[in-house]
């Protein structure tokens, strides 16, 4: 089986939709390595289509997982509709809870306010907050939006708890000091978000 598009990483089911973001993060794991859990390489030759992701699904047994989880090579929000399509099958055919794992950008990328598109569909949102302020967040994550991103990110993320029964705002251990982990710590409360420190892999 071809784990590029669907893999798995401890006991949740990860959806590789696009190669597309539009950020260049310092720490992104695209720069040192091409594969993720039992992945083979998640660059892709090219996008899956809706149908393609839903064989791929129908092919496994998802008994065994916890979780699905929107998370590749690339910003899932790039693939909105498909996004939406594959969260409503999984959620329809499956009842498995389905997290997204996002930059935060979508509105930017999409045009829109997205966060009322996910509701009944996404259970869990984790967004890369990674910075405590706008400054060390083009330092860092280094968005082809340029400034004003920090902020779209965090609209969003107060969007997100309106409509999605749990966010989160994630940093990468080792790339803030403690001031800095406290301070975004103190901005997750402040939108109503969960905050939470991923391991820097
Ligand atoms: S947002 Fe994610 S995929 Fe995009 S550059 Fe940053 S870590 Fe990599």
Redesign the pocket.
């Known amino acids: 089986m071809n784990n590029s598009i669907l893999y798995e990483v401890h006991n949740n089911l990860y959806v590789n939709l696009t190669n597309r973001?539009p950020?260049?993060?310092v720490?992104?794991?695209?720069n040192t390595t091409d594969h993720v859990g039992n992945s083979d390489s998640l660059w892709l030759d090219k996008e899956p289509t809706v149908e393609e992701v839903k064989r791929l699904f129908e092919a496994r047994d998802l008994a065994k997982y916890e979780e699905v989880v929107f998370c590749g090579?690339?910003?899932p929000t790039e693939r909105l509709d498909a996004l939406l399509e594959i969260a409503a099958f999984v959620k329809e055919r499956y009842h498995k809870p389905i997290r997204l794992n996002t930059?935060g950008l979508g509105d930017l990328v999409n045009g829109k306010n997205i966060a009322p598109l996910l509701a009944g569909k996404v259970d869990t949102v984790s967004i890369?907050l990674n910075t405590p302020n706008e400054a060390r967040y083009m330092e860092n994550?280094r968005p082809a939006f340029g400034e004003g991103s920090f902020a779209a990110m965090l609209s969003f993320a107060k969007e997100c708890v309106k409509y999605v029964p749990k966010v989160v705002l994630s940093t990468v251990a080792t790339t803030l000091t403690a001031e800095e982990e406290a301070r975004c710590a103190e901005i997750a409360r402040s939108v109503g978000a969960f905050y939470r420190i991923r391991p820097f892999e």
Not at 27 to 30: H, V, Y
């Open positions: 973001c950020c260049a993060c720490f992104c794991l695209r090579f690339g910003e930059n890369s994550v």
